[in-house]
């Protein structure tokens, strides 16, 4: 028995094999790790997965040292889907690996950058964070002499297409589309994409009350949060402990709540369907399909979500480094486009085969916020700017 055997004797028989990781579009010789395994480390050790560590997730970088960025966050979300795959015996190196790669292809300055590319791109096949993970992989990440991107397995690659959707202009990824968009994704596809809005539920809600921008008070009108009051019945020192203590006792308890309310709920979905093999879960139709929250949790997660978009997410403070963001990344965008002789030269090697458009997008797709901040900074003639 070989080491993919040996690893997928220890899986469900719904869960995706690594013997069924579909093999690479350059074949490698196989190593004494496992592809999905091969495929997480070079996720790590790209040079994209660095920069998420500034990049915004709510808060830009800048304005402090412990509010969490891309880099944390996808991190956060690889140690709760692992947990959960394991628990429920489910492919662990896939579901990390996945979680690692989730956010690649965020420009900076959070969701702000993505709409104004999104907008400055319309008419030359938009921008969308997935696709543009899903580009960096298969194209821009350049760290092998015989290929582009990380020739990562075809399984993965179909496990990150989210929506599914890729760009018209990576003709790469069109087969490898028609497969996703043939049946439902694999079980470990799904359950990285709940532990995402879980994990990010969580960490704003913490980061918003740290920020000062939450009030308290309003956040303890939320259901879930009577379990404050549990808590101080049962441990006299929660009530003596200061209130940022407090605070992070029962978010880690909301979200352990989550996690078990995930596992537990998707064990019995599974038990219940019985797919046989990851092809019956790819055969699944939505009122059908396992992995998911149960009602009660789902809906107080919903709740929490509502209470962040309208208090956090659309608050002065946030709306105002966000638009900042956007003038910035519109300015550069039109500067690069009137004079690409600016572009790196990486990116100007790839104008005939890729457009300058995208080559743009691409280019400031792959910023920093403080880079970003650094080339806006010297292109305008500023001594100094700071968000």
């Excluded at 019945?233 to 203590?245: K, L, N």
């Excluded at 979200?255 to 599974?270: A, Q, V």
């Excluded at 659309?314 to 690409?340: C, D, T, W």
Aim: charge should be negative; hydrophobic fraction near 35%.
């Amino acid at each position: 028995m070989n080491l993919l055997e040996r690893e997928d004797a220890l899986l469900l028989p719904c869960a995706l094999h690594y013997t069924e990781h579909g093999g690479r579009d350059y074949p490698e010789e196989e190593t004494s790790r496992t592809p999905f395994a091969r495929d997480r480390d070079r996720i790590i050790h790209s040079r994209a997965f660095r920069r998420l560590g500034y990049k915004t997730q709510v808060f830009v970088n800048s304005q402090g040292d412990n509010y969490r960025t891309r880099l944390t966050h996808s991190m956060e979300v690889s140690q709760v889907a692992r947990s959960v795959a394991r628990a429920l015996g489910l492919n662990q190196d896939y579901a990390e690996c996945l979680a690692l790669a989730h956010d690649l292809g965020h420009p900076p300055f959070g969701h702000a950058g993505q709409d104004v590319l999104h907008m400055l791109m319309q008419e030359h096949g938009g921008f969308e964070h997935n696709c543009q993970s899903l580009r960096i992989v298969s194209r821009l990440e350049e760290r092998y002499m015989h290929f582009e991107g990380l020739n990562l397995c075809r399984a993965t690659l179909k496990g990150m297409l989210k929506h599914p959707r890729v760009y018209d202009c990576d003709t790469q990824l069109h087969d490898i589309l028609a497969e996703r968009k043939s049946g439902a994704p694999a079980l470990e596809a799904r359950l990285v994409d709940l532990c995402d809005q879980l994990t990010y539920t969580y960490h704003d809600l913490d980061d918003g009350l740290d920020a000062g921008i939450l009030d308290f008070d309003e956040v303890r009108e939320l259901p879930a949060w009577e379990v404050e009051e549990k808590l101080a019945r049962r441990d006299a020192a929660f009530a003596r402990s200061r209130r940022p203590v407090q605070i992070r006792v029962i978010l880690r308890q909301l979200l352990g709540r989550w996690i078990g309310d995930l596992t537990e709920t998707t064990g019995e979905w599974i038990r219940t369907v019985g797919p046989g093999s990851v092809q019956d879960v790819y055969a699944l139709p939505p009122e059908r399909y396992p992995v998911r929250l149960s009602p009660t949790t789902e809906e107080s997660v919903q709740e929490i979500r509502k209470f962040l978009f309208s208090k956090l997410y659309r608050h002065s403070s946030v709306l105002k480094m966000s638009r900042r963001g956007e003038n910035i990344l519109r300015e550069l965008f039109s500067e690069y486009l009137a004079r690409p002789g600016m572009l790196s030269e990486r990116s100007a090697m790839q104008l005939n085969s890729h457009g300058l458009e995208r080559v743009v997008c691409d280019y400031i797709a792959g910023m920093t916020d403080r880079f970003a901040l650094k080339e806006y900074a010297y292109l305008s003639g500023m001594d100094q700017a700071v968000l």
